[in-house]
């Protein structure tokens, strides 16, 4: 089994729909979970931090669920320039390497 | 957050030969990495550049093949060595801050011909 599980997707949405990726992981010690943004030909960037009582940012949600060992992340009212992968990583604190999923692909359509 | 430079951005090489790449931090940071991806596949973690020691390969990946060098806390260089074509990828550095959030540079395009 992976470390850090996604489907790839591609998620075809319409705009304005509300579309919501989860992300399993395995090791049940991860202590630090992230959502990344990555456009394409270009670096991943960071989306949000994933706490364990939730992180919103204005359309996004993001969710921890210890018990079953998954992230999630729910876009709102979903933007033609929301379109890009989407890679969720996790991490066992203490300056341990971040172990990263290979992405959910998401296309907003109009 | 962390500012993240790498050097080249972009290159065409020969095969047979050797790329060197550099990463330059704006702050200092205790953990850096070196990633590959190639087009439309995910991040792959070559090591960790320790600074003061030698870096920690992953699997699959050797000091022989891949040299780092990490002077500083705020510096690396990535060696692609005897360079093929199934070396062609995105090379990326990263850090990790205090929070554990980690931050990528802008990636380095390489094209082994």
């Known amino acids: 089994r992976k470390e850090v599980e996604q489907d790839p997707g591609p998620f075809n949405v319409p705009e304005g729909a509300t579309v919501a990726f989860n992300c399993t992981y395995s090791?049940?010690?991860?202590?630090?979970f992230f959502w990344y943004r990555q456009d394409c030909r270009k670096e991943p960037k960071l989306l949000m931090s994933?706490?364990?009582s939730g992180n919103e940012d204005g359309r996004f949600t993001a969710q921890l669920n210890r018990a079953s060992q998954y992230i999630s992340l729910l876009i709102r009212d979903s933007k033609l320039s929301d379109s890009a992968t989407y890679l969720c990583?996790?991490?066992?604190?203490?300056?341990?390497?971040?172990?990263f999923g290979t992405g959910t692909k998401l296309q907003v359509i109009p | 957050s962390a500012v993240i430079s790498q050097k080249p951005s972009r290159d065409i090489c020969q095969r047979g030969t050797s790329l060197t790449i550099q990463c330059q931090v704006d702050s200092q940071v205790t953990m850096m990495f070196w990633y590959r991806q190639q087009p439309g596949q995910s991040l792959t973690l070559i090591a960790t550049?320790?600074?003061?020691?030698?870096?920690?390969?992953e699997s699959g990946f050797v000091i022989d093949k891949f040299p780092i060098s990490r002077p500083n806390l705020t510096f690396s260089t990535l060696t692609v060595s005897n360079m093929s074509p199934e070396d062609s990828s995105i090379y990326l550095c990263s850090v990790t801050t205090g929070r554990d959030e980690q931050f990528f540079g802008p990636g380095t395009r390489l094209t082994v011909l």
């Open positions: 994933v706490y364990s």
């Open positions: 550049a320790n600074q003061g020691s030698e870096a920690t390969y």
């Open positions: 990583a996790v991490n066992k604190g203490g300056y341990q390497k971040v172990t």
């Open positions: 090791n049940s010690a991860s202590q630090s």
